[in-house]
C-alpha cells in the first residue's frame, strides 16, 4: 500500500482514503446467517478458552518468570527462563 501510493515510512497522510461501497443484503441471506452463527460460535469458545488459560498460568505453583506468553484458541505457549540460581544458600 506504501508504494502503491509513494508514500514514505515517514509521512503517512499521503495515503489515499479508500471508498466505502455499500451492498444491500436480505435478512435471509442463508450465507451471512451462517457465517455469523460461526462467528458467534467461536467467540464464545474463545472466551471460554481464554477463561481456562488464565487460570492454569496464574497458580501458586508457578516458580520462574514468564516472558513471553502466547494465547491462542487451541494452543497456550509459555516460554519461562530458568530459575534464578543462588548456590550460597542452596537453592535453584
Request: charged letters at 30%.
Given at each position: ?18 471508498i466505502s ?27 471460554t ?23 491462542g ?20
Open positions: 500500500m506504501l508504494r502503491k501510493n509513494k508514500v514514505n515510512k515517514k509521512d503517512i497522510t499521503n495515503i489515499k482514503q479508500f461501497i455499500f451492498k444491500e443484503i436480505n435478512d435471509d441471506y442463508k450465507v451471512l446467517n451462517y457465517c455469523m452463527e460461526d462467528i458467534i460460535l467461536k467467540l464464545s469458545n474463545m472466551k478458552m481464554t477463561n481456562i488459560n488464565e487460570k492454569n498460568i496464574s497458580s501458586e505453583d508457578t516458580t520462574s518468570r514468564v516472558n513471553y506468553m502466547i494465547k484458541l487451541k494452543n497456550l505457549l509459555c516460554i519461562t527462563k530458568e530459575k534464578l540460581c543462588n548456590i550460597k544458600i542452596g537453592y535453584t
